[in-house]
T-cell receptor
Framework: DGGITQSPKYLFRKEGQNVTLSCEQNLNHDAMYWYRQDPGQGLRLIYYSQIVNDFQKGDIAEGYSVSREKKESFPLTVTSAQKNPTAFYLC????????????FGPGTRLTVT | GQNIDQPTEMTATEGAIVQINCTYQTSGFNGLFWYQQHAGEAPTFLSYNVLDGLEEKGRFSSFLSRSKGYSYLLLKELQMKDSASYLCAVRVPSNDYKLSFGAGTTVTVRA
């Protein structure tokens, strides 16, 4: 089955620790995205990658980092510099950056205490 | 920046019709999307409008007026499973075709 996987579904970390969220897709899509969702707010774009080995900052990139070394993988690291890391994180992909539909993974709920 | 507004909450009765409005002010336009998101789950694509008019897909319809910066999603014959958040998103070509999302409208369907 083709799709996007994010693991784990729930993640707990202590304040001050970096944590990496995984995102893998087997759809052969060029473009991948990371969004953050907070209660009562829409999805906000953290980082995006239009093609392997390239990525761009989104609207709220501070305190986050990404890599895109393989086409199918786009991991997100939430660093200790991110002031409010507790949120629901969604990864998405699309065939290319101009494609009209984005396909979303199941999300990871990160709780930092 | 991009500005996309939609109501926060709506409540309707099973079998009824609900219309969710979305207004947008963006620096360019290359399509408007509606997604459905059940609590704690990923958004799923519902519809895409790039030209003015109504697009119908089963019980769901979406309308777009580009001159008014306005869209609505119409849900007919509401079912309990339609209780979810509905997200309006606009794609802006000058912004690398990125999607800008509204805050979402939570629809509660009551028996």
């Amino acid at each position: 089955d083709g799709g996007i996987t994010q693991s784990p579904k729930y993640l707990f970390r202590k304040e001050g620790q970096n944590v990496t969220l995984s995102c893998e897709q087997n759809l052969n899509h060029d473009a991948m995205y990371w969004y953050r969702q907070d209660p009562g707010q829409g999805l906000r774009l953290i980082y995006y990658s239009q093609i392997v080995n390239d990525f761009q900052k989104g609207d709220i990139a501070e305190g986050y980092s990404v890599s895109r070394e393989k086409k199918e993988s786009f991991p997100l690291t939430v660093t200790s510099a991110q002031k409010n890391p507790t949120a629901f994180y969604l990864c998405a992909s699309s065939p290319d950056y101009s494609s009209y539909e984005q396909y979303f993974g199941p999300g990871t709920r990160l709780t930092v205490t | 920046g991009q500005n996309i507004d939609q109501p926060t909450e709506m409540t309707a009765t099973e079998g009824a019709i609900v219309q969710i409005n979305c207004t947008y002010q963006t620096s360019g336009f290359n399509g408007l999307f509606w997604y459905q998101q059940h609590a704690g789950e990923a958004p799923t694509f519902l519809s895409y409008n790039v030209l003015d008019g109504l697009e119908e897909k089963g019980r769901f319809s979406s309308f777009l007026s580009r001159s008014k910066g306005y869209s609505y999603l119409l849900l007919k014959e509401l079912q309990m499973k339609d209780s979810a958040s509905y997200l309006c998103a606009v794609r802006v070509p000058s912004n690398d075709y990125k999607l800008s999302f509204g805050a979402g409208t939570t629809v509660t369907v009551r028996a």
